[in-house]
């Protein structure tokens, strides 16, 4: 391999734009150049054009193309999906979630009543070691006063899928509202909202390979929604300001590619995932997976190697041009576990050296190759000089 190639293993953080997807956007920068809002036809063909990538978003989705509102990213259409729920239910103050939503859910939550003027008792839910909601102890928390669920379909920690499906059936017999943040499931796993009792759902272009700055929010026919930004009349009055469109017409793209290679980001990348992940827990002493190993999604792995700080093994793991994320932060100085991994009750000693490989359908065997000849001496070097370690 050459000593310059980049080992990109951050899908879940971000996507590279699929040269498809690139030139579908070009002509839209340079020659189509027109306001889809315009009355004269050289605008007016543009207007076509985002109507024909809300086809194409529909078409991966299971859904009409008239319940989709194109946003800027995926925690816009969160945000506008949860408040939208509580003005259409004022009179209730409940809100359900659990404690590893991204902070898109998990903080707007955590500060409902600083946005809204209005206090609200959340329930965040637990989960269990492996990182998996308890469905009996989600169902006991819906109530009367539940103006809405949110709660998302895979993990971008861990990869951990939810029981969204029947959550969400569960929410449609008591006659609440329900959302999922899908923004890391959307493209890798089948979903049919036609067939589905959600309410929300929020995706994000740049999780597969359109590009960053455009997201979508479904919002199944009926379902009471009111605008997170108001002014002109563009998408239907459900969303103000002039649509991104060169990002538009790249999402539309992405998802018809997405469609087409589902089969392929569920055996190949799948297949890549667990060879890297087998020879990582094999070759590597006191590391262990976090998450669910059956129910997650194909191309995640998340894998702490105690005694050894995150950051620092990303550190030297750069060196090699091999990307990848922390499960740790650093925070004014001091280094805080993922919430996700706390959640979790994953041992201090290992959620601090937590590492998250994402992959996707352009990484390569002899990528993975690459990564399982340098990690063990990258986590042997670190161990030898952690004051932690108690060898093996």
Known sequence: MA?????????????????????????????LYGNPSSMHS?????????????????????????????????????????????KANPDKRHVITTRVEH???????????????????VTMLKVSEDGMVDFDEYVKALTEDTAIVSIMWANNETGVLFPVPEMAKAAKERNILFHTDAVQAVGK??????ELDIDYLSMSGHKL????????????????????????????GRR???????????????????????????????????????????????????????????????ISFEYVEGEAILLHMNR????????????????????VLRAMGVP?????????????????????DFVLEKMPAIIGQLREMSPFWPGE
Do not use: W
């Not at 299971?62 to 729920?85: K, R, Y």
């Not at 902070?103 to 008792?121: D, F, H, I, Q, S």
């Not at 392929?264 to 995932?273: F, I, Q, S």
């Open 189 to 194: 796993i089948p979903i049919n909202l036609q």
């Open 240 to 302: 103000a300001g002039t649509e991104n469109v060169a990002s538009i017409i790249g999402l539309g793209k992405a998802c018809e590619l997405a469609a087409a290679k589902m089969e392929e980001e569920n055996t190949r990348v799948k297949a890549l995932r667990d060879k890297l992940e087998n020879g990582l827990l094999t070759t590597i002493p006191r590391s262990i997976l976090n998450g669910n190993k059956e129910h997650r999604l194909p191309n995640t792995t998340n």
């Open 3 to 31: 000593a310059d190639k980049v080992v990109y293993l951050d899908n879940n953080a971000t996507t590279m734009v699929a040269p498809e997807v690139y030139e579908a956007m070009a002509p839209y920068f340079t020659e």
């Open 42 to 86: 050289f605008g007016g063909q543009v207007g076509v054009a985002v109507d024909r990538a809300r086809q194409q978003i529909g078409a991966l989705l299971g859904c009409e193309a008239a319940e989709l509102v194109f946003t800027s990213c995926g925690t816009e259409s969160d945000s506008t999906a949860i408040l939208s729920a509580l």
């Open 103 to 121: 902070p898109a859910v998990k903080n707007l939550c955590e500060n409902l009543g600083v946005m809204t003027g209005t206090k609200y008792r």
């Open 320 to 339: 090699y041009n091999i990307c990848a994320s922390s499960g740790s932060a650093c925070t004014s100085g001091s280094l805080e576990p993922s919430h």
């Open 348 to 368: 201090f000693t290992a959620a601090h050296g937590s590492i998250r490989f994402s992959l996707s359908v352009y990484n390569t065997e002899e990528e993975i």
């Open 209 to 236: 390979h359109a590009p960053k700055g455009v997201g979508v929010l479904y919002v199944k026919r009926g379902t009471a929604y009111a605008p997170f930004m108001t002014g002109g009349h563009q998408e239907h």
